[in-house]
Each structure stands twice: as structure tokens, then as C-alpha cells.
């Protein structure tokens, strides 16, 4: 999916040869059609959105609390201007006889133009909620379908300032997206308000996800036409569930959403749906979310409850270098530089002709990421970065690098250096564990110990400057009781262009707690002129593993180190979603694991297994649900080496398998969706036996 960006794409867009109106030529025809959308919010427009903190769980009073809350926590005054009611604020009968559409009475009992009031009276605007198909009991909760001018007419009568129009009850009739989406936009246009109202078109329908669609029909497609009739447009799915986002699924929905850059343009944006802070999502996690959405010139609409917020997830919502990245005024969307892979380097041209750079690291562990200002279309000698999540300023020779943390991102700003030398960008070591005992450890899984290890850390330091810096230092602590030496001398200056590299051994107690812990790095450094410098430190995540198995046991109630599910979480002696027991091809099973792809269980065996048997296949509760998809692979994997290979695994071949453990201290047991997506993937690992 990711490797969607040709190399002139990505050139031209870097090096600025796009200007910000860049369209194709069904979006040329439409303007020549005379049925251009208006440009109604010249950059990304931002706001709140009910679907996934509240759900249909709304009413009067609560809208009206949080335009309160957007008011006093500073997210108004920050862009945050849409109070949008998504499904949910409509009667069960949503049409009178007369073919209005009626607010639910419980929720409104004076409808919703006094609640528009009310937003518009905090200085906020107005979003609503509707459908491009017909009305379809148990299919979809709201419809405009045969009613477009009369519902455009309403919304604007009601005072709303925007319109999301899905298309859950359109996909139901098996409508034409392109076509019902052109009338809605110019029903909105020509409502008899003659009220300006922000289109947002939203067709969430994809396949493999939902089905087996032709394109011409999913949110693929909407990029075709949708910059000529609509403000935004959804680029993929929803990026996940009421109450529960996973940062896979951001990453998903972005890298869709990255696919057409070309089309964006100021008053136009792709919408690769809400942001959602405290969902499920660590506070890393979130910002890199947030950092991604920025340089992509999406609209930021928060979907979280921001009344039940932190203070620190407000602090990153309203963070003023962030959002400068995403209001500005060219409207040009990021494209990566290079390869896809782990890590990636995303580039933002911005109006003034400096650069949003985004250091991505989409892996389980830390790392040292680095691009050149010659990559992301900038020449000079000098750079001046701005990391916009620190403010920190430093100045480079061409060189751009962070100590990244596992599924986090560093944004800076880079533009040509001026005047007198500023401080040398340096970027500190994240410690890094190379060894556990004599054990080379692999990179990009955050490394697995247990009580009384001896780890032996390597911490790199890079000087990106053109001066050198004095008297570096560098520290590192672990858990509690852990002890750590020093292997290695500090050297009296780091030049220019140049790296050091620091060594450690670091003990940890026989006792050590199971758990995770986390390696720190602190570094400080003198900077000519500019005195002691301190970085802050990255945190390098390790596992402190519970104690391996003993004799011949069923390996799924041996407890696990992580644990992932393609959707909903790894069952135990359950199928996926739980509520039925393991069972392939009519023969069920006590013991196992069922998950969805895709999927990775991982175990610590310290050395202590010699044997793992079973059987692998797709759970028969499958055919509950319906006849696509239905197809894994699985991997038994022993310190990064694939020990067991099933191949393809459908409904009707389950497979055994049986594997050598000796000498294996982490076990992964990984599931694939053999190409077809995850949809309908309910796998199993059927009696997994250990043998220690």
C-alpha cells in the first residue's frame, strides 16, 4: 500500500514545481463544467466531530458543553471551529409526512436551530450529518436520497456551516458515488439560504475491508472528482472504532490518504478522517498522528471527547508550530522521499519555500533517523532546523536527524541559515541494547531480558554542525537496581560531520519484575558561544520477560509478552470476538490462541523449549459471517528465524506443525492475510503444545 508515490510525483513536488492548484483532467472538466466547489476555507479547515467519543450519545446540552470546552480549553481560539453533530441527532422517524427532516425530540425537544445558536453565539460554526442514499431501515440511520435540494435547503435554514454526507445508505443502494456526491455538492451550492456551507465528502467504502467493491464505488476513487464539487474528501475508511484507534489503522489511513497529493489545492483537502487523541493510541502515538495529519494539509477535526482531555494532549492540539505547518497558506500536501519501509521521510513544501520534515518511525523500537536538506528539495551550505515540538533551534551542514521513538516522529521546520553560526544540531544517543549475554540482538523490536542479564548497550552521538562541540558526555540509567558501566572514554570533542559512540554493560537483579521497562540516555555537551547544552532524553523500551514454561504445557495459558489482533484483541482457547470455541474443519480444540490478521503473539522461552506442536487454520465460525475472504498465513518464528512456514491457509486445509525450539529464546507466532486484506480472517493456533 505504501508504495504508491512515482519518483516524478515525489521530485517535482519536493523541488516546488507544483504550485498549489495542481488538478487532473476530470477535475479540469468539472471546472470547465462550471460546477467548481467554492473555496471556502482556503486552509484545512478544524473542528470537533461526535462519532467516535460520543457515538449517537448526544444531545442539546452536550453539544452546547463542549462548544463551551472548546471555548475555555483554547482549542476555538487555536482553529478548532466546527462543533459537528454526526449520526445520531436525528428522530427514529427521521422524515415528517411532509419529507422534512426531524431532530430527535428527546435529544432536541427544541430542535437544532437554537443549538446552532448557541455555536454560533461562542464565535464557533456548525457541522451536521446526513447521507447520500436513500433512508434503508437497518442498513443506515439517516438518508437524504430523493431529498437533496429540500435537505440542503433545511441545513441551511437550520444555520449549519458544514455537511458531512456519508455514504453507508448510498453503498447500500448501490448507487454511483460519483454521480449522487456531484448533486449533493451542487444542492449545497444552491441552497436557498444562499448560506456558503463546507462540503465534506465522505465515502468510506473499500475492499478488501468491507467487501468486494468495484473501485469506481470506493473512497480510492473519490480523489477523481471530488476536489471539483466538494472542501475535503475521505481518502480510505475510518481509521477505527468508537472508543477504541489503533495507531496501525492511522498509519493505514495516511499512507491511503497520501496516494493522490497532486489534487490538493488551497479550499481542498484530503480527509483521512478524525484525529483521536486518548482513543486507545499512547501519547506518542498521538502525536505522530497528529504531525502526520499536519504536513498532509488535512482537516483537523478532533474526534475524542475534549471535554475529558489532558492537558497535555490540549497542549499538542493547540501547539502553534504544528499548526502553522498544517495552516499553511500554499495548501500543499506531504510526499515521501524515498523508500517505503520502517522509517520514512516525508517532505512539506511550505509558502515561504522552506520545508515541514517529518521523521517517521513506524517500528517497535527507537532509532537514529536521518535525511539530507539536498533530499527534500533545499541547497545552501546552512540550514536552520526548527523541531516543532520542542522549539528547539539548532543549525545543520545538510544533514537532518532525531533520536525517533518507536511509532513516534520528529517535525522540523528547514529553511537556509542566515547570519552568525547558530548551536550545532546534535543528535543524542538512543542506548541500544547490542547484546543480551553473548546474544547479538536484532533491530526494530524493543529487545527481550529477563532477571540477572547483563546487556550490553551502544549509545552513538552525531554532531550535524558545522563547529564542533566540547566535552560531550552521555549517561545511562535502567530499572531499579539495574547496574550499568561504563566501557568507554568520552572524547574531548565531537567535529563537525563526525559521530561518537559510547559503551555500556548494564545488570540487571535476578529479581527483576516482569514488565517493561525503559533504557535512558542523557547527553549534554558544551556548544561554542552558546554554552552547555542538554538534550532530552529518548526512552529506549525493554521487555522484562516472566519466566519461560515448564514441562508439557498448552502454550496459551502461558502468559505472553505482546499480544496483537488485526481487530479486537487475541482470545484465549476462543475464536477472535470470543463466545465460540476453536474449531477447524468440524473438530474443536481445548487450547489455543484466535486472532485476525494481521497479527504477531510473542513468547519468552529463555532457551528452556525444545519442541512446539499444533495446528493452524481458519476458525469454522467464518462461515457464519459470510464467503469472502477467509485466508491467513502463520509463521513460527525463534529469534527472528522462521522455523515453521504454513503458505496460504484457507477455510477447508487447517495444517499441522511441529518445530524444533532449541536454543530459541523469543518465540513469535505471526499470522498473515495472505494478500487478500484482513477481511473475514479468523485464525487460529489450535493446540499450540510446548514442550520445556
Known sequence: MRRYLGGVIAAALVAGAFATTTTTAAVAAQAAAGITAPVLSPTPYMGWNTYYGLGGDFTADT????????????LAKAGYDVVWLDGGWQADQSRSAAGDLVANPAKFPDGLKPVVDYIHGKGLKAGIYTDAGPYIPGKCGLGSGGYYQRDADQFAAWGFDAVKVDYLCGIAANLDPKTVFTEFAQALRNNASHRPMIFNLCNPVTSPDWGNYPESQQSINSWTYAPGIAQSWRTYTDVGFQGDIKFKDVLRNYDANARHPEVVKPGAFSDPDYLAPELGMSDEEFRSQLTLWAVAAAPLVVGSDVRKLSATTVSMLTDPDVLAINQDKAAVQAVRVGAAGTTETWVKRLADGSRAVVLLNRGDSAKTLTTTAKAVGLSGARFTLKNAWTNKVTESAGTISAAVPAHGTALFRVSPSVGLPGVSHVTAGIPQVTKVGTDAQPEGAAPVVAGGDELTVQVNVRNDGLLPVLKPAVTVAGGTGWTVKSLSEAPVLIAGGKQSNFLFTVKLPANAAPGTASLTASTSYDALGYGVQ?????????????????????????????????WMSPAVDESVGGGNPIKLTGTTYPTGIGVASPSLVRYYLGKACTRLSGTVGIDDVVGNVGPDGGTSTFQVVGDGKVLFDSGTVDRFTPKPFDVDLTNVRVLDLVVGDAGDGGYNDRADWAAPTATC
Open 63 to 74: 453539544i452546547k458543553s463542549v462548544a463551551d470546552s472548546l471555548v475555555s480549553r483554547g
Open 534 to 566: 542538554r538534550l532530552a532524553t529518548v526512552l529506549s523500551p525493554v521487555v522484562v520477560a516472566p519466566v519461560p514454561p515448564k514441562g508439557t504445557v498448552p502454550l496459551s495459558h502461558h502468559q505472553w509478552i505482546t499480544a496483537t489482533s488485526g
